[in-house]
C-alpha cells in the first residue's frame, strides 16, 4: 500500500464564500474547502468554479479561532536543511494569515493575539517534511505503520501543530460533519494529504567523512508541545505528568546513504525513481542515540521579583506523586530504563530542588539503594538511588546526582569524565539504535539489528547549560562506541581523532544548545565556547556574563508574551469571543500610581542629566541648581526603591494563563501597598476597578488538555 504523505504543492483559491486547496501535481485529488465565514471544511471532487487562485504554499499549518474570527495559517515559504533517507526536511521561514471574514474585524485583543501569533511563527525553529516522519524517532519509526497516514504516525508530544490541526483532524477522522450528509465516524482519506506535522526544535543535517569513510551526520532535537513555555514562567510537572522544556535530541549516523545531496532528485546519483540507492552496492545504516532533558518532576517554580535571583519555591512530594507517576509511566514505556542525570548545586538554593527529586525517586522504586562518592573537593560528589532489585515498573528509575558545579569549578571540566564513568555500564547495556535498509522495500522500512533500551534523562535548573554539556559528552562517547562497533574505527581510537569532524561535532552540538536555550530563556546557551573548543575561554566567559544579562532584562519584561503566544498556539488558551471591545484581556489595569512610577524614574534620569551638563552664567549662583538636580536625584531614588521592593508589580506576566504564584504575589503587594500611610489613599483613589482587576481576564481562559 502506498504511503499517505502530505501534499507538496497546493494551491490557494479564494472567493467570498470559501477557500479552496487543490494540488495541482495530483488533479485527481479531492478539492479541500473551508467555507467563509463558518470554517466549516468539506471535501470537493474536483475543481471549484468562481474562485480565484490566489497563491502557491508550502502546506497549510492548521485552522485558529481567535476572538472576533478564525484564520488558515499558510506556510508561504520553506527552506531546505538537508535529505534523511532521502527525505527532504524543510524549515518554515514564511507564514500567512487567511482571515476567513470578507471583511476582517478588529479589536485590540484580536491584533496582539495575531501580532504574538505571528512573532512566534516568524522566531520559532519549525521543521516538517512531505515523506518523513521528522516527529518520531529512527527506533519508533521502525514499528509505525507505513499504511497509516503520516499525521497519524506523528508523536502526540511533538506533533506541535496538532492544536491548529485539530479542526481538519476531526473532519478527517468523523468526529465532526459539517454537511451531516457522511455518516459520523467516516474516515475521511481525502483530507490526510492536506494535514502537515510539524516540529518545534533543532535540525542539522551534513554530509561528512571520518577517516575517508563518507556518512551523514545529523542532530534532532524535538520540544514537546506539552508544557512548553519560557524558563520562569513555566517550571517542573503538571498534573498530567508534563515536565517544562521536555526536549529529545536525537544523534544520527548514515552510512552508505547515497541520498543525502541538497538537490534534487534528477541531481542524486543515489536516487533512482524516487528509490534510494547505496554507494557501493552496501545496505544503508542508520545509527541514532536518543537523550531527553526535562524540568524536575515535582511541583516547583522561581518567581520573578525583579531580582537577580527568583524566590523558589517547592510544594510537598507527595502532592506530585501522581504527576510523577504519570510522567516516568511514559518514558519507561517509550524509552526503557531511565538513568536521571541531577546537576543541580547540592548547596544553597538549588539543594531544596535536588531533595526533592531524591525524596520523589525514593517514594517510586521499591527497596531503594542508595551509594554516596565524595572527594577532596565535595563531600557529595555523586549520589546513587536505584532499586535493590526489580519488583516493578518504577525501579527501571536510577537517579544519578553529579555535583557539576563544584567539580568542574576552576574550568576542570575534564573533571565531567567523571559522571561518564559511572554511567558507563548503564549505556552499554542501554545500547543504541542500528538499522539497515531492507532491500527491495518498497516502503523504505529498516531491518532492526540493535535497539536502544534505555535513556539518559538529564536535568538542571533550567535544563539547559550544565544539562548541555553532559549531552554533548554522552552523545561524543556513545558515537565513538557506534563508530568502532561498524569497523570505521579500531578499538582504541575515538571520533575526536579526525580534526575536521571534531569542529563539526562540537559546533553542531552547540549550535543545539543555543537553539534549546533561546526557545526557553531567549538566549543563547552559556558554556558553549567549551561544547564548541573543548575549553573555557575569557571570551566564553563575557559572552555568558553577556547571555545572564538579557536573560535577566528578557525573563523580567519579556517573557510575558511570549508565554501568551505559545499558549495561544497549543491551545492551553482559548480566546473567548464574548465581550468584545469591552472586556478587554491585555489592558494594563494596574493603578495609575503604580503604572505612572517608571516613567518618573526615567523622567528624574533624565533632569540630574540635564541640570548636571546645564552651562550658567558666572554671576549666577548654583545652589538652586544643585537644589534641583538633588531633588531629582531624591525623587529617582525613591521611585528605583519602589519598583525593586515591589518588582512582582512590574514583571512583564503572562495575560492568558496567569500564574497562580503571580496572582497571589500580586494581590499580597497591592495589600500592602493599600495600607501605606502615604500611597494608599492614591491608590485606592485612582485604582481602576476592583483589586483583582489584573488578573479578571482568567476567567476567559481555558485550559485545553490534547
Known amino acids: 500500500m502506498r504511503d499517505i504523505v502530505p501534499f507538496r504543492d497546493i494551491n490557494v483559491h479564494a472567493s467570498t464564500s470559501h477557500y479552496a486547496f487543490t494540488s495541482p501535481s495530483s488533479p485527481s485529488a479531492q478539492t479541500l474547502v473551508v467555507e467563509r465565514p463558518s470554517g466549516d471544511i468539506r471535501l470537493n471532487d474536483g475543481a471549484l468554479l468562481g474562485a480565484k487562485r490566489v497563491s502557491s504554499i508550502a502546506g497549510i499549518l492548521g485552522i485558529i479561532k481567535l476572538r472576533l474570527d478564525k484564520y488558515i495559517i499558510v506556510i508561504t515559504k520553506a527552506q531546505p536543511m538537508g535529505r534523511l533517507k532521502g527525505h527532504m526536511v524543510y524549515k518554515v521561514i ?10 476582517p474585524l478588529h479589536d485590540p485583543d484580536e491584533d496582539t493575539y495575531l501580532h504574538l501569533l505571528k512573532t512566534l511563527l516568524k522566531t520559532g525553529p519549525i521543521y516538517f517534511s512531505y515523506s518523513f516522519d521528522i516527529t518520531n524517532s529512527f527506533q519508533r519509526q521502525a514499528s509505525a505503520n507505513p499504511s497509516l497516514a503520516l499525521w497519524q504516525r506523528a508523536d502526540d508530544r511533538f506533533f506541535w501543530n496538532k492544536f491548529i490541526q485539530s479542526a481538519l483532524i476531526d473532519f478527517a477522522t468523523g468526529a465532526t460533519s459539517a454537511s451531516g450528509l457522511r455518516p459520523h465516524g467516516a474516515h475521511q482519506t481525502g483530507v490526510d494529504p492536506f494535514i502537515l506535522p510539524v516540529m518545534f526544535g533543532m535540525m542539522r543535517i551534513t554530509t561528512t567523512r571520518i577517516k575517508a ?22 517550571r517542573g510537572i503538571d498534573e498530567q505528568g508534563h515536565v517544562a522544556n521536555f526536549n529529545e535530541t536525537e544523534q544520527i549516523i548514515l552510512l552508505n546513504d547515497g541520498s543525502s545531496s541538497m538537490g534534487g532528485v534528477g541531481a542524486e546519483g543515489g536516487m533512482q525513481n524516487g528509490k534510494i540507492t547505496s554507494l557501493d552496492g552496501h545496505d544503508t545504516q542508520i545509527m541514532s542515540y536518543v537523550q531527553t532533558r526535562g524540568s524536575v518532576p515535582v511541583y516547583w ?78 563531600d557529595e560528589k555523586l549520589h546513587v538511588v536505584e532499586a535493590s532489585q526489580r519488583n516493578q515498573e518504577y525501579d527501571r528509575l536510577h537517579y544519578v546526582y553529579f555535583d557539576f558545579h ?84 579500531k578499538p582504541g581510537e575515538s571520533a575526536d581523532d579526525d580534526a575536521t569532524f571534531k569542529i563539526l561535532f562540537r559546533n553542531v552540538w552547540a549550535d543545539n544548545a543555543d537553539v ?13 565556547d567549551f561544547t564548541r573548543t573543548g575549553e573555557r575561554t575569557r571570551a566564553g566567559m563575557v559572552q555568558d556574563f553577556n ?36 472586556s478587554l484581556v491585555f489592558v494594563d489595569r494596574r493603578p495609575v500610581l503604580i503604572q505612572s512610577i517608571p516613567y518618573v524614574l526615567a523622567a528624574s534620569f533624565f533632569m540630574v542629566i540635564v541640570s548636571s551638563f546645564a552651562r550658567s552664567k558666572p554671576e549666577s ?28 508589580l512590574y514583571v512583564a506576566w503572562p495575560k492568558l494563563n496567569t500564574p497562580r504564584w503571580a496572582n497571589e504575589g500580586y494581590q499580597e503587594t497591592m495589600g500592602a501597598i493599600r495600607k501605606d500611610s502615604l500611597l494608599g489613599p492614591f491608590v485606592a483613589r485612582h485604582e481602576r476597578g476592583a483589586s483583582n482587576a489584573r488578573i479578571s481576564h482568567l476567567e476567559e481562559g481555558k485550559k485545553r488538555i490534547q
Open 94 to 103: 514564511a507564514t500567512e494569515f487567511l482571515p476567513l471574514r470578507e471583511r
Open 213 to 234: 569513510t563518507p556518512l551523514t551526520f545529523a542532530l534532532i532535537t524535538r520540544r514537546s508541545r506539552h508544557r512548553a513555555g519560557t524558563r520562569y514562567m513555566t
Open 301 to 378: 517554580a522561581e518567581i520573578n521579583t525583579l531580582r537577580y535571583v527568583p524566590d523558589l519555591q517547592i510544594r510537598g512530594v507527595e502532592s506530585a506523586i501522581s504527576a510523577a507517576k504519570q510522567h516516568f509511566d511514559e518514558q519507561i514505556r517509550i524509552y526503557g530504563d531511565n538513568y536521571l542525570v541531577n546537576l543541580v548545586n547540592q548547596k544553597g538554593r538549588e539543594d531544596r530542588v535536588k531533595k526533592a527529586y531524591e525524596q520523589m525517586v525514593r517514594t517510586l522504586v521499591s527497596s531503594p539503594n542508595e551509594a554516596t562518592q565524595a572527594d577532596y573537593i565535595t
Open 406 to 489: 563544584n567539580e568542574t569549578k576552576g574550568l576542570r571540566w575534564h573533571r565531567a569524565q567523571l559522571l561518564l564513568d559511572q554511567l558507563k555500564d548503564g549505556l552499554i547495556r542501554g545500547q543504541y539504535f542500528r538499522g539497515v535498509d531492507m532491500p527491495g522495500d518498497a516502503q523504505g522500512r529498516l531491518e532492526v539489528r540493535n535497539r536502544q533500551t534505555a535513556v539518559v534523562r538529564t536535568n538542571c535548573m533550567d535544563c539547559l547549560d550544565r544539562t548541555n554539556v553532559v549531552q554533548t559528552m554522552l552523545a561524543r562517547w556513545t558515537l565513538t562506541r557506534q563508530l568502532v562497533d561498524v569497523g570505521i574505527l
Open 516 to 528: 534549546v536555550s533561546r526557545s526557553y530563556s531567549g538566549t543563547g546557551a552559556l558554556k558553549t
Open 547 to 582: 547571555n545572564s544579562i538579557t536573560r535577566y532584562v528578557k525573563n523580567n519584561f519579556g517573557d510575558g508574551p511570549r508565554q501568551d503566544a505559545f499558549d495561544l498556539f497549543l491551545g492551553a488558551f482559548l480566546p473567548d469571543s464574548s465581550g468584545v471591545g469591552t
Open 621 to 648: 549662583t548654583l545652589w538652586p541648581l544643585r537644589l534641583f538636580a538633588i531633588a531629582w536625584l531624591l525623587v529617582g531614588l525613591w521611585c528605583f526603591h519602589f519598583i525593586y521592593t515591589h518588582g512582582v
